[in-house]
C-alpha cells in the first residue's frame, strides 16, 4: 500500500521552493513516513499518515507511506538486508533515500513491537545519520504516552538521527473509526509540523497560527 501524496500549496506559495532567475528547480524533498504495524486498519497508521498530510500541507514534499505489511514476510526472516525481497528492499531503500522520516509505532507492552525494532535493526547506523525524524506512537490509553520518549527517542538517538523536539502519542480514544478526532493530538500535530521550518528550504511557516487550536 505506497500512497504518493503530491500536495502543492497553492494557499502556502511562500513555503513552496520557488525557480527564481530561471534556475532548474530543485527536486522535491522526500518525505517517508512507516507505520510500524502490519495492521489494517490501523491507528498508528492513520496517525503517520494524519501528520504526512498536514506536513505536505505546509511544505512541497514528495511523500511516500509504508507499513509493516507492505514491507512484507521477508522482514521476519532476514538477518542482513540481502535476505530481504525485492520490494521489501526497496522499501529500505526509500528510507535511506528519505531527507525527512516520519516513524510511527504502536505500543507494545510499555515499547515497540519486536518486528518494527527488527526493520529498524536491518539499517545500518550511519544511514540515519542527521536525519530529521517525527517519531509517533499509539496505545491503547495514556499509561504509556511516555513511550515515545523513553523508547522511540533513544532508538534514533543510537543512530545520531535529528528526531524533531515534540513527540507525538495518540491514544485510543483519539481516534474515531481510524481517523484521528482529537483536537489536543491535533495541536501537537500541528506543534511538530512548525518545527520542520527549520530543516524546509523555504524557512520559517507562520500558517501554525492560523491552524492551532
Ligand atoms: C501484544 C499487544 C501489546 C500491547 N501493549 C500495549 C501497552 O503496553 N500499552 C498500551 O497502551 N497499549 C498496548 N497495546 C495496544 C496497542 O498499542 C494499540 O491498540 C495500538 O494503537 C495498535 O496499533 P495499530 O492499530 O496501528 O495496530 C498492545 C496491543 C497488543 C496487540
Do not use: W
Amino acid at each position: 500500500m505506497e500512497i504518493e501524496l503530491r500536495h502543492i500549496c497553492a494557499s502556502n506559495e511562500k513555503f513552496q521552493r520557488k525557480d527564481t532567475l530561471n534556475m532548474p528547480s530543485l527536486p522535491k524533498i522526500r518525505l517517508v513516513s512507516i507505520a510500524g504495524s502490519f495492521n489494517r486498519p490501523s491507528k498508528t497508521a492513520a496517525l503517520v499518515q494524519n501528520i504526512a498530510r498536514l506536513v505536505c500541507d505546509s511544505y512541497d514534499f514528495h511523500h511516500s507511506f509504508y507499513d509493516l505489511a507492505d514491507v512484507g514476510a521477508s522482514l521476519g526472516v532476514a538477518s542482513r538486508r540481502q535476505d530481504l525481497d525485492p520490494s521489501a528492499a526497496r522499501i529500505f531503500e526509500a528510507i535511506v533515500a528519505a531527507d525527512l522520516l516520519i516513524v510511527g509505532s504502536p505500543t507494545f507492552k510499555g515499547s515497540y513491537p519486536g518486528l518494527f525494532k527488527h526493520l529498524i535493526d536491518l539499517l545500518d547506523p550511519h544511514e540515519l545519520k542527521s536525519k530529521p525524524v517525527i517519531i509517533a506512537a499509539t496505545g491503547g490509553g495514556e499509561r504509556h504516552a511516555l513511550m515515545v520518549e523513553h523508547q522511540l527517542r533513544p532508538l534514533f538517538g543510537f543512530f545520531m538521527a535529528h528526531t524533531l523536539p515534540t513527540a507525538v502519542y495518540a491514544s485510543d480514544r483519539d481516534f474515531t473509526d481510524y481517523q484521528v478526532s482529537s483536537g489536543q493530538l491535533a495541536s501537537r500535530i500541528n506543534s511538530v509540523v512548525s518545527e520542520l521550518a527549520a530543516f524546509s528550504p523555504g524557512g520559517s511557516r507562520s500558517i501554525c497560527a492560523e491552524t492551532e487550536a
